[in-house]
């Protein structure tokens, strides 16, 4: 078969154009099918040929021949093939951003991924919880590294007292004091605990309190210093055991792990994931329960890996009873139980050696206004604040809200005045009949808080009052004023 080219011969074309007879050598036709080619370059759909001099020439009668509009081959090529370079640029451009989204979500991914096996263990939603039953918490840390602080002798005395000031430590340093706490009390030595593994315990608990504007990291050393404090000023050493005085550390400590900053109230109203894994009974204690256990079920957390199996069964199941007393639902029947008890207490009863310490642990809780003014205000303003975040969210989700933590309603004083009259007063006078020493350094700092709350919340009505008063003589004034300059204009 030849080639092409040697069979070719040209062949000439003759057009009439506008009643001019044209010849044309090398034809070449272009169908324009698209509206973009269309519109870009010739505003219309045409069959063009191409004269001898290069110029593109329209069949269409209704255009003039070599008009302004046609446009020269090579002007045509210039412009297709800038066009397609921009085409061209703007597809790699857009497949790198592709790229660099993949890359960022593989990022996040490995991100996750690299948090999930370093244990960070937060279960970060506020309410919606991702604690999956073979997931398990571990510190963020594997090796105990914050600093072992020398405490002087006035800060080791200052720490066996409610007026211990709990803003002035940074968490290496409450740490330390809580380690220092287990070593003082003996109970390194009486559960023979590796004191590693305690520091390395101590710092999955911290990592496992959350930030919140009140039950945070800060909240579980207070409750945990109080009790600290109550052992010495009600000499527990000499009427607990041992293992009773590890249960009401250890249950101080985890208390509050991984709390979210909203209530129990909160969680059944919303069901939550929590509130629906527990039947709605004090989901959030029983979740501080089970993550005090995941971080104890580790051996690099197990404080209590060198106790025998039979005690240890005890020791959970005590500290697990103790968490779940502070569920704020339950007051009223606890400490009823505990007045039957007081008047005949027995510490060689068991029940009634229960029953204290589920009073202690729920005193310690709650026990911020023993404090002074300085050191316990601060506290109502962070609860307030936590307070406020609950109840505005429960408005925004069509939930019931509490008058004691809407920010429309509330007060310090109000909010104040009632607590400490009708639940903490009540309590820790109950528990003075047992300990009378604690009446001067624990009842009377109450006493004194009440009536600093009531006299606050008799200057707020008195500025209430004050307000619309204060209205009205300003109109008597400007009415005044008004006649004034009338007479005077007369």
Not at 260 to 287: C, F, K, M, W
Not at 345 to 354: A, K, M, P
Not at 415 to 423: E, L, R, W, Y
Request: with cysteine.
């Amino acid at each position: 078969m030849g080639s092409s080219s040697s069979s070719y011969a040209p062949r000439n074309i003759y057009l009439d154009v506008d009643g001019k007879v044209q010849k044309v050598t090398s034809i070449t036709v272009i169908f324009l099918f698209t509206s973009f080619f269309a519109r870009t370059f010739l505003q219309s759909t045409a069959i063009m040929v191409v004269d001898p001099e290069g110029a593109m020439v329209s069949i269409d009668p209704t255009m003039p021949t070599n008009s302004p509009r046609a446009f020269h081959i090579n002007e045509m090529k210039t412009e297709l093939t800038n066009r397609l370079t921009m085409l061209e640029k703007r597809v790699e451009l857009e497949g790198l951003k592709v790229v660099e989204i993949e890359k960022c979500k593989n990022d996040l991914k490995n991100l996750r991924e690299e948090m999930s096996s370093r244990g960070s263990s937060r279960f970060n939603c506020s309410c919606k919880y991702n604690l999956d039953d073979g997931k398990k918490v571990t510190p963020r840390r594997d090796v105990p590294n914050y600093p072992k602080y020398t405490l002087s002798q006035e800060t080791i005395e200052a720490l066996k007292k409610p007026t211990f000031d709990v803003w002035h430590w940074e968490h290496n340093e409450m740490l330390s004091c809580l380690e220092f706490m287990y070593h003082d009390l003996g109970l390194v030595k009486e559960l023979n605990m590796n004191p590693i593994t305690l520091k390395r315990w101590l710092l999955a608990i911290q990592e496992n309190y959350r930030n919140n504007p009140f039950h945070n990291f800060r909240h579980c050393f207070c409750v945990s210093q109080m009790m600290y404090g109550m052992i010495h000023l009600c000499n527990l050493k000499e009427k607990l055991t041992l293992t009773d005085l590890v249960i009401l550390m250890t249950t101080a400590v985890c208390h509050d792990l991984d709390h979210p900053g909203y209530n129990n109230t909160y969680q059944i109203n919303a069901r939550t994931e929590l509130a629906v894994r527990y039947n709605d009974i004090s989901p959030l204690e029983n979740h501080h329960c089970a993550v005090a256990f995941q971080i104890i079920s580790l051996p690099e957390c197990n404080i209590f890996a060198n106790v025998n199996p039979d005690t240890f069964k005890n020791i959970r199941q005590a500290i697990i009873t103790l968490i779940l007393a502070t569920d704020m639902a339950r007051h009223g029947e606890i400490l009823e139980c505990f007045k039957q008890k007081v008047k005949n207490f027995d510490f060689s009863n068991e029940e009634h050696v229960i029953c204290l310490k589920k009073v202690l642990v729920k005193c310690c809780d709650i026990s911020n206004e023993v404090r002074p003014t300085e050191v316990a205000e601060p506290w109502v303003d962070c609860l307030l604040e936590e307070y406020f975040m609950q109840s505005d969210r429960e408005k925004s989700e069509g939930l019931p809200v509490a008058p004691f933590m809407d920010r429309d309603k509330v007060t310090k004083p109000t909010a104040q005045i009632g607590f400490i009259k009708f639940v903490l007063i009540p309590m820790f006078e109950t528990v003075m009949e047992l300990f009378p020493q604690i009446e001067e350094i624990m009842v009377q700092p109450l006493r004194d808080s009440r009536d600093h709350y009531e006299e606050l919340k008799l200057l707020e009505d008195a500025m209430t009052e004050v307000k619309p008063m204060s209205l009205i003589n300003q109109h008597l004034l400007t009415e005044i004023q008004h006649i004034m300059e009338t007479l005077v204009r007369q």
